[in-house]
């Protein structure tokens, strides 16, 4: 059962435009949701995240949207650069699975981002 | 600063065999968390750690354990191993558990054979 989806296996973008990748999860028990960019043989690093009590943060070129009525993120990132080409993961926390604990994520299976020069 | 160190970097085993991963968090965090990374299914959650504590534990067989030392360094430890248990295994640590994001390791590369 994948609580945590994303739709798009890849994305391809110029540099300079828009970057927007999606999530969608269906358990409403998450209440904190991160994303990770993870490069080849590297580990995941992480980006940004929001909790469920906003709908929208931004940290510099990254933005993420929250809409909790569709269960729904997405990740912005303006502009998009080269650099950026990596793997985006987003992911989910239930503060209350398992006791009170946010230290269990559920990610997606990633979306690969292409920022062509 | 160090980052999240985990030891080894790639490891061949034989099915069957049993193996044991380490890895040490940043200095100061107390929270750890393993995940499975294989082409198929994602980054999957095997357990977290706080204090010495497993505070939560994911949908893997009894073959897969783990533990945390009082240094905060944790190790896991994947014992009859199976062909499906070649992945990339990623240890993660945090100040506290999650709230802030946690900060990964590069990773374990197991292959069975």
């Known amino acids: 059962d994948q609580q945590v989806k994303q739709n798009s296996p890849s994305l391809s973008v110029q540099e300079g435009r828009i970057s927007i990748l999606n999530c969608d999860y269906t358990n409403s028990m998450f209440d904190y949701f991160l994303w990770y960019k993870k490069y080849p043989a590297e580990g995941p690093t992480f980006l940004i995240s929001?909790?469920?009590?906003?709908d929208k943060n931004e940290d510099g070129r990254f933005t993420v949207f929250l809409n909790k009525s569709a269960k729904h993120l997405s990740l912005h990132i303006v502009p998009s650069q080269p650099g950026d080409s990596a793997v985006y993961f987003c992911a989910a926390a239930d503060p209350n699975a398992g006791g009170t604990s946010y230290g269990k994520l559920t990610f997606g299976q990633g979306t690969i981002l292409t920022v062509h020069p | 600063k160090a980052g999240v160190t985990q030891t080894p970097r790639y490891l061949i085993k034989t099915r069957g065999q049993q193996v044991t991963l380490s890895c040490s968090p940043i200095s100061g965090h107390r929270s750890v968390s393993w995940y499975q990374q294989t082409p198929g299914q994602g980054l999957q959650f095997l357990f977290e750690y706080f204090s010495e504590t497993q505070r939560n534990k994911g949908n893997f067989p009894g073959r897969f354990s783990g533990r945390q030392f009082s240094n905060s360094r944790s190790e896991m430890n994947v014992s009859t191993l199976e062909l499906g248990d070649s992945a990339l295994y990623l240890c993660?640590?945090?100040?506290?558990?999650?709230?802030?994001?946690?900060?990964f390791g590069s990773g374990t590369r197991l292959t069975v054979v």
């Open positions: 993660a640590s945090s100040l506290v558990p999650g709230l802030y994001g946690y900060t």
């Open positions: 929001i909790s469920s009590i906003k």
